[in-house]
């Protein structure tokens, strides 16, 4: 496999404590990734460890063939990689248009998946009604709508996200959140997604990742997932 993101050894943790160590596997282009695991697993702390938020990590990460392992943050931004964060990273003083002019400051060169504000209004158009609106004012499904939009503005070629369903109601999920990740998909995005929803996570996603004890405790195909409820039960309390 051709890895667009190939990551050896990796490890990191808090105050002198591992939470995750080992953790080794790659991503080919176009791929959707689903990251699982109970809270405190380590979703985020692997997550955080691509974009070097919070204690440097130890290991390898590769993107394209270039080592971004402990690079500044900005300049993995700008490498194609962008984090839609748990939270959503809001700006809730800007108004929605604002916040995502923000995402277009620092032009990148070509790119897979060119994209500008207008296509984000044409692609979301409750953005494009509610782009005066505070982002403080919008609803959770709203703020997710928009911490992807901004990361489609940077005309990423992986788009990491961390717990998209974190705090959204059922109907928000099934009707604004999953059709998203499923264009994503099937527009050739290459999408790591960590996500405590499992159907949400093996609906848009062609493989999966469980994290449990600091390490990897499967890595398959989301169809052998679901035909494992003892993996499910063990390591994701289903």
């Known amino acids: ?56 990590c130890s290991g390898e990460i590769r993107y394209k063939n270039q080592d ?17 964060p ?34 984000i209004y044409r692609r979301f158009p409750r953005l494009h009604e509610r782009r005066h609106s505070l982002c403080a004012n919008l609803s959770g499904g709203e703020r997710q709508l928009l911490a992807l939009a901004r990361a489609l503005l940077t005309r990423a070629d992986l788009i990491v996200l961390d717990e998209p369903s974190e705090g959204l109601a059922p109907m928000a999920i ?22 405590q929803n499992i159907d ?8 999966a990742i469980i994290l449990a004890d600091r390490r990897i405790v499967f890595d398959g195909g989301v169809d052998e997932l679901r035909q494992r409820p003892d993996i499910q039960k063990i390591h994701l309390g289903l």
């Open 86 to 119: 748990q939270g959503r990273g809001g700006f809730p003083d800007l108004r929605v248009r604002e916040s995502l002019g923000l995402a277009t400051l620092i032009p990148r060169g070509p790119a897979a998946h060119p994209c500008t504000i207008d296509d």
């Open 1 to 56: 496999m051709n890895a667009m993101l190939d990551i050896r050894n990796l490890a990191n943790g808090y105050g002198g404590a591992e939470v995750i160590s080992g953790i080794s596997f790659s991503m080919a282009q176009g791929e959707s990734v689903a990251l699982l695991g109970r809270n405190g697993a380590g979703k985020t702390t692997l997550l955080h460890s691509l974009f070097n938020i919070g204690p440097p």
């Open 174 to 195: 099934r009707d604004m959140l999953q059709p998203e990740l499923l264009k994503l998909r099937d527009q050739g995005y290459t999408v790591l997604l960590a996500e």
């Open 68 to 84: 971004i392992a402990r690079q500044p943050t900005h300049r993995i931004a700008r490498m194609g990689l962008a984090l839609a």
């Open 200 to 207: 949400l996570a093996l609906a848009v996603a062609g493989r």
